[in-house]
């Protein structure tokens, strides 16, 4: 939050939760990384005691002296490790990606990345592979991103829906800008197509449905769209949500 005045605040929310048969007493640890290196840059700890069944969030604020900013040009990034510390053994890791920069569109003088005026040089384009069909393959879309740097495009318009995860991370790692779409269909059918997104838009999820995060409470497109921000809300790539 505090990025711009060069301070490396890193806020962290950690979710716990005890699948077992009693209370746990854990300690959440996140160490701050740079992508690729061993050394603890950061940490900050919090023990919590989560009843059984039950979730708890866990918040943090490790702080990184002097970080490296991502942008176009040095596409730095970090990671957190989030440990989960049961009598002083680790019974779960996760690490999660990110990078450290700020924003901002401006009336009269556009888009502006760390401070600086960017010209957003993009292309609106489709996850298809060309001859290897609508599939995400790494080394594909590696090189298809290699490729489009080198002619200049900076930001990629992901139409018309969330792009794979590696997607993402590869735009993480080579300093391109994204804007990620949530859905080509809406509440009404596009082009007379009465089997796109349109049919469940408006329809909630089944109370017995077994997707993470899944409520019956929700539209399947306020589910999509939570999913998507939640999936990729830590990618410095990302720019805006969704121009529909």
């Not at 806020?11 to 992508?35: I, L, P």
């Not at 866990?58 to 049961?86: C, G, Q």
């Not at 090189?143 to 794979?164: C, E, F, S």
């Not at 082009?191 to 997707?211: C, E, R, Y």
Request: aromatic letters at 10%; one cysteine or more; hydrophobic letters at 35%.
């Amino acid at each position: 939050p505090d990025i711009a005045s060069g301070k490396g605040t890193v806020n962290v929310a950690v979710d716990v939760q005890n699948d077992g048969g009693s209370s746990a007493n854990v300690t959440v640890r996140n160490t701050v990384y740079e992508k690729g290196g061993q050394e603890a840059l950061a940490n900050a700890q919090a023990t919590v005691t989560v009843s059984a069944g039950e979730k708890a969030t866990v918040n943090a604020n490790p702080v990184v002296s002097s970080p490296k900013l991502w942008s176009l040009d040095t596409p730095n990034l970090y990671f957190v490790r989030t440990e989960i510390l049961k009598n002083g053994t680790a019974v779960d890791t996760y690490d999660t990606e990110f990078g450290f920069k700020w924003y901002e569109f401006v009336d009269n003088t556009g888009f502006r990345l760390n401070g600086q005026n960017v010209k957003i040089q993009g292309v609106c384009m489709h996850h298809d592979q060309g001859a290897l069909g609508s599939a995400a393959y790494y080394d594909a879309m590696y090189r298809q991103l290699t490729i489009l740097k080198d002619m200049g495009v900076n930001t990629i318009r992901a139409t018309h829906n969330p792009y794979d995860e590696d997607f993402v991370d590869i735009c993480n790692e080579l300093g391109m800008l994204v804007i990620e779409e949530a859905f080509d269909g809406w509440s009404c059918a596009k082009n007379g197509n009465s089997n796109d997104f349109s049919t469940h838009f408006k329809t909630n999820l089944t109370s017995d449905n077994q997707i993470i995060d899944g409520s019956s409470s929700m539209t399947w497109a306020e589910f999509v769209i939570k999913a998507m921000v939640k999936r990729d809300r830590n990618d410095p790539s990302i720019i805006l949500w969704s121009l529909g």
